[in-house]
């Protein structure tokens, strides 16, 4: 058993199910690695046992739980840190990546925003730290979106209440197309409000959410073909629906791919709309 000591520290401003922290430091091997407000260390010993300067790795990154599937498979780490922009990200990592060379886990870091030494050995720290830093907390993982029992499942977290933290593990290479911004009541005044009296942008809307209502009144799954001339409002229907779930330029995808690639798009839109432009 690693030794731990338990100093508090405050812990970075978490989402609604994140875990405190109380941890500060865990040994590993002849040294030990320490979270602190500046970021995670750590603290090596030369040859001759003396404690070398301290290794700093990254920017403040916290281990919050330990995922795994619900038949005790697929096991990984939820991490959490916060960017230049005091954005908190989550992200329920799989421990499979870590048996390589980790460059995969700290090209995800990075891309949301996580700063990571570029000194080549505390780059290869980072990994063992999200591997042996001590938590006791457990998250249910799941390689889908949408409902499960009681929960609907989004790429950022879980609504509904739920025994324990459930969050959504990314098998796929395609990122979820799911964004926020604004109020509800901000969506519904500047975008809804401008597709009363258009039959049209009515129906594209009501798809939109019809698809999250599904599985509660028993109906299966379907898609509808917009078809109509060139500049006939189209686009613009699937944009105003693309709003119910996030960014309008980026949400809508593009028919071409693979069947593979496709299934894995469709899987990333369960339980609730999938816009695939340009069938032709």
């Known amino acids: ?21 109380l941890i500060t430091s865990c040994s590993y091997g002849s040294g030990r690695f320490e979270l602190a407000e500046t970021g995670v260390y750590f603290h090596g010993r030369d040859k001759d046992g003396n404690e070398q300067l301290p290794q700093w790795i990254c920017v403040p990154l916290s281990v919050i ?24 990200h989550q992200w329920a990592m799989p421990l499979e990546l870590l048996e390589s060379d980790g460059a995969d886990v700290r090209r995800e870091l990075a891309r949301l925003g996580l700063h990571i030494s570029p000194n080549q050995f ?34 950022t977290g879980a609504i ?14 395609i990122e979820p197309a799911y964004t926020e911004v604004g109020t509800v009541e901000e969506w519904r005044d500047s975008v809804a409000a401008l597709a009363a009296g258009n039959t049209r942008l009515v129906f594209a809307l009501s798809v939109a959410f019809a698809g999250a ?22 686009s613009s229907a699937l944009k105003l629906a693309a709003s119910v779930w996030g960014n309008p330029s980026a949400y809508v995808r593009l028919w071409r791919g693979t069947v593979n690639g496709l299934e894995g798009l469709a899987t990333l839109h369960n339980d609730g709309l999938l816009i695939l432009d340009e069938i032709g």
């Open 160 to 173: 509904g209440e739920t025994e324990e933290l459930v969050v959504f593990q990314n098998s796929h290479a």
């Open 1 to 21: 058993m690693r030794n731990i000591s338990t100093a508090q520290i405050a812990p970075l401003p978490s989402t609604q199910n994140s875990t405190t922290a």
């Open 65 to 88: 739980a330990k995922t795994r599937d619900g038949k005790s498979g697929e096991w990984g780490r939820l991490l959490e840190w916060r960017d230049d922009d005091g954005h908190i």
């Open 122 to 155: 505390a780059r290869g720290l980072l990994a063992a730290y999200v591997k042996v830093w001590p938590v006791e907390a457990r998250a249910r993982c799941v390689d889908r979106l949408g409902w499960h029992g009681n929960t609907f499942v989004t790429p």
């Open 213 to 234: 209502l599904a599985e509660i009144a028993g109906e299966d799954s379907g898609g509808f073909h917009l078809r109509g001339a060139s500049s006939s409002g189209k």
